[in-house]
């Protein structure tokens, strides 16, 4: 098993930017492809991005392509969420989640993830 653990939330004012973290802990990434999503109040999680184990491919909802990208460093068994030119919508909370995967796919379904970080909230103010 692994264990997501996110970091990096805050308050920030609209057109700013944030990195968010997702350690493994008591555990390693390897093997995963990893995604963010958000949970906004009253609202479905929903898909953010997601890259493989290998860092070959990522995909971006179009509702933060450009402004968000995912990263990951396989030896710190570390993800990242650089968000940038934040707007008001996207404050919630985000959550990192891992999936067993082939090198090749990219899942972008909540179902496809196993393993679930206990969010970290993200507030962009207007």
């Known amino acids: 098993q692994v264990h997501p653990v996110e970091s990096g939330g805050g308050l920030v004012q609209a057109g700013g930017s944030l990195r968010l973290s997702c350690a493994a802990s008591g555990g390693t990434f390897s093997g995963y492809s990893m995604g963010w999503f958000r949970q906004a109040p009253g609202k479905e999680r929903e898909f953010v991005v997601c890259i493989t184990w290998s860092s070959s491919s990522t995909r971006t909802a179009d509702s933060v392509k450009g402004r968000f990208t995912i990263s990951r460093d396989n030896t710190k068994n570390t993800v990242y969420l650089q968000m940038n030119s934040l707007k008001p919508e996207d404050t919630a909370v985000y959550y990192c989640?891992?999936?067993?995967?082939?090198?090749?796919?990219?899942?972008?379904?909540?179902?496809?993830?196993?393993?679930w970080g206990q969010g970290t909230q993200v507030t962009v103010s207007s």
């Open positions: 989640a891992a999936a067993p995967a082939p090198s090749w796919y990219i899942p972008t379904t909540r179902d496809e993830y196993n393993y």
